[in-house]
């Protein structure tokens, strides 16, 4: 082995969490959940396994994300959660402890960086660093960050809309606003209650999201038929929902991923803004890939956006890079040893 020791991208997601080892690109894919019993509060299952239980459980197992709004909520379960990530990419007898770069959403505060890469530590990382999200979007969109022009990144995951204009390799100017994927479901799920009654699951809400819903009015309906539970007889029913009426649910959620975008627009210096003219918006991240969302922000912003290509995995592939050129990235970084 030419490598002394391993280096390791985390993809730190409200939704997934995905790790990348430089050479064999995306290793790990899984949901940020975590499932633990009540009782002693011991782990039980950790990611796509502890997916499947999520509204299935009985009441002394409880599944859900360490992970919220793209920041730790809970510290014990994200560090296990590490940790099983870590062993599972580099197999149970690595011995070498790896380097371990992070990404985190741009507005975190110094301590909660401190706090990702202390549990990155605990988890067993050689060195730990952690960059924030927008800047390894942006690198694994392929965006060249060091020239001395203005791009803006929209990255939208499942707990966080990050809009950021980057320039030199730093930020210029941005903004987190807790709008993701995660809320769109949510916002579904709950106007279907409202509307029709029907209580759905997570999974349900999300499915619609995926295969019905536009960011603009269509002019062909797109439908589909959904199961939940009424709520006045308390009995299973099955409804069909259109794109367009849907629309209506998510609106209010679209509204503030646009408003973010402005926000960082109105505060970047006018030279910059005429490169994003030119240049054009980058999307990223699972949730920008929402049919038509690049056509909405044409329309409300007057700036051509364009969808990064696989843009689920920007963040994953842009850890991938910032580790094989730290050198170069090392601006861009935050390290603690």
């Given at each position: 082995?030419?490598?002394?020791?391993?280096?390791?991208?985390?993809?730190?997601?409200?939704?997934?969490?995905?790790?990348?080892?430089?050479?064999?690109?995306?290793?790990?894919?899984?949901?940020?959940?975590?499932?633990?019993?009540?009782?002693?509060?011991?782990?039980l299952?950790?990611?796509?396994?502890?997916?499947?239980?999520?509204?299935?459980?009985?009441?002394?197992?409880?599944?859900?994300?360490?992970?919220?709004?793209?920041?730790?909520?809970?510290?014990?379960?994200?560090?296990?959660?590490?940790?099983?990530?870590?062993?599972?990419?580099?197999?149970?007898?690595?011995?070498?402890?790896?380097?371990?770069?992070?990404?985190?959403?741009a507005?975190?505060?110094?301590?909660?960086?401190?706090?990702v890469i202390?549990?990155?530590?605990?988890?067993?990382?050689?060195?730990?660093?952690?960059?924030k999200?927008?800047?390894?979007?942006?690198?694994?969109?392929?965006?060249?960050?060091?020239?001395?022009?203005?791009?803006?990144i929209?990255?939208?995951?499942?707990?966080?809309?990050?809009?950021?204009?980057?320039?030199?390799?730093?930020?210029?100017?941005?903004?987190?606003?807790?709008?993701?994927?995660?809320?769109?479901?949510?916002?579904?799920?709950?106007?279907?209650?409202?509307?029709?009654?029907?209580?759905?699951?997570?999974?349900?809400?999300?499915?619609?999201?995926?295969?019905?819903?536009?960011?603009?009015?269509?002019?062909e309906?797109?439908?589909?038929?959904?199961?939940?539970?009424?709520?006045?007889?308390?009995?299973?029913?099955?409804?069909?929902?259109?794109?367009n009426?849907?629309?209506?649910?998510?609106?209010?959620?679209?509204?503030?991923?646009?408003?973010?975008?402005?926000?960082?627009?109105?505060?970047?210096?006018?030279?910059?803004?005429?490169?994003?003219?030119?240049?054009?918006?980058?999307?990223?991240?699972?949730?920008?890939?929402?049919?038509?969302?690049?056509?909405?922000?044409?329309?409300?912003?007057?700036?051509?956006?364009?969808?990064?290509?696989?843009?689920?995995?920007?963040?994953?592939?842009?850890?991938?890079?910032?580790?094989?050129?730290?050198?170069?990235?090392?601006?861009?970084?935050?390290?603690?040893?």
């Amino acid at each position: 082995m030419g490598l002394f020791y391993k280096k390791i991208g985390i993809d730190l997601g409200t939704a997934n969490i995905l790790v990348f080892v430089p050479k064999k690109g995306i290793v790990l894919n899984e949901p940020s959940v975590v499932a633990v019993s009540e009782e002693d509060n011991k782990i039980l299952a950790i990611g796509a396994e502890a997916k499947k239980m999520v509204g299935k459980t009985p009441e002394a197992i409880v599944a859900y994300r360490p992970m919220k709004d793209g920041v730790i909520a809970d510290y014990r379960v994200t560090e296990a959660m590490l940790r099983y990530y870590l062993d599972k990419a580099l197999g149970r007898f690595n011995i070498m402890k790896p380097d371990v770069l992070v990404s985190v959403p741009a507005g975190v505060t110094s301590t909660e960086r401190r706090a990702v890469i202390e549990a990155a530590i605990r988890a067993g990382a050689r060195n730990a660093y952690v960059v924030k999200e927008p800047i390894l979007a942006a690198i694994g969109a392929g965006i060249p960050i060091h020239e001395p022009t203005g791009h803006m990144i929209v990255d939208i995951g499942g707990g966080t809309t990050d809009v950021a204009v980057i320039s030199l390799g730093g930020i210029v100017s941005s903004t987190s606003v807790k709008y993701g994927g995660n809320k769109l479901d949510q916002s579904i799920a709950d106007y279907v209650k409202k509307n029709f009654n029907l209580g759905i699951g997570d999974k349900t809400a999300e499915d619609v999201k995926i295969k019905v819903v536009s960011a603009i009015p269509l002019e062909e309906d797109l439908t589909m038929t959904i199961k939940g539970r009424d709520f006045v007889s308390g009995l299973p029913r099955s409804i069909e929902v259109e794109s367009n009426e849907i629309l209506k649910a998510i609106t209010k959620d679209l509204r503030e991923m646009i408003r973010a975008i402005k926000e960082v627009l109105q505060e970047t210096p006018p030279e910059l803004s005429s490169d994003i003219v030119d240049q054009g918006i980058v999307m990223t991240g699972g949730t920008s890939q929402l049919r038509n969302l690049t056509e909405l922000v044409n329309r409300r912003i007057g700036v051509n956006a364009r969808l990064a290509k696989d843009p689920m995995y920007c963040v994953a592939r842009g850890t991938g890079i910032a580790l094989e050129h730290l050198d170069v990235y090392k601006k861009s970084i935050t390290t603690k040893y």
